[in-house]
């Protein structure tokens, strides 16, 4: 109940083009649900993030779309560019007063030139 | 800068050696993670600490892996004899700990190598 579904495992995008990380999770209990991006020898820093109460959130050209009756939650990349190459983390929270993330197995994101 | 700060970046250390990793956290966040991450694999979580206490620690994976925190600061993970299976990246967050949906902070980590 407490893993977090990540899928693809790497993806291959044009560059313009749209990259799709999808998710899901079991535990209806999350409460907060961030993306993370990270490069090669870096850690992972936080890139958008989405609580439940709202289906849509958008920063840029990243856009959380959330599917609360599906359990589901993916990462839309509006106009990939070759920067965006990186993998991506989903994970979900329950504060349970520790604020522990479980975080996807993550996407290695290539954005061809 | 004033970010999560892990040292060293990289160890190489023989088989059945002890090494200690050391996690400097963002001023004044309470709470500390560290994460292990195996070449081309997601984030395995290992310990939180909330201050200098480690309420979940869970995630170790053998008695050879001990953590300690102090002055609700400084954090060092510690592998005792260490073996192959522990080569990974080992990754310290932070974050301020004490309410809902904060955060984490990680820094850049340390690359263990185990010949």
């Known amino acids: 109940q407490q893993q977090v579904k990540q899928s693809p495992q790497s993806l291959i995008v044009q560059k313009g083009g749209i990259s799709i990380i999808n998710c899901a999770y079991e535990n209806t209990a999350f409460d907060y649900f961030p993306w993370y991006q990270q490069f090669p020898g870096k850690g992972p820093a936080l890139l958008i993030a989405?609580?439940?109460?709202?289906s849509e959130k958008k920063e840029g050209r990243f856009t959380i779309s959330f599917n609360k009756s599906a359990k589901q939650f993916s990462l839309h990349i509006m106009d990939s560019q070759p920067g965006d190459s990186a993998t991506y983390f989903c994970?979900?929270?329950?504060?349970?007063?520790?604020?522990?993330?479980?975080f996807g197995k993550g996407t290695r994101l290539h954005i061809l030139p | 800068g004033a970010g999560v700060s892990q040292s060293p970046s990289n160890k190489v250390t023989e088989k059945g050696k002890d090494v200690e990793l050391r996690c400097d956290p963002i001023?004044?966040?309470?709470?500390l993670y560290w994460y292990r991450q195996r070449l081309g694999q997601g984030l395995e979580f290992l310990i939180y600490?909330?201050?200098?206490?480690?309420?979940?620690k869970s995630g170790l994976p053998s008695d050879r892996f001990s953590a300690e925190r102090t002055g609700e600061s400084v954090s060092t993970l510690t592998i005792q004899r260490t073996q192959q299976e522990d080569s990974a990246v080992y990754l310290c967050a932070s974050s301020p700990g004490g309410s809902i949906n904060q955060p984490q902070h990680f820094g850049d980590g340390t690359r263990l190598s185990i010949l």
């Open positions: 600490f909330q201050g200098n206490s480690a309420p979940d």
């Open positions: 989405i609580r439940p109460d709202v």
């Open positions: 994970a979900a929270s329950l504060f349970r007063g520790d604020d522990k993330i479980i």
């Open positions: 001023s004044g966040h309470t709470a």
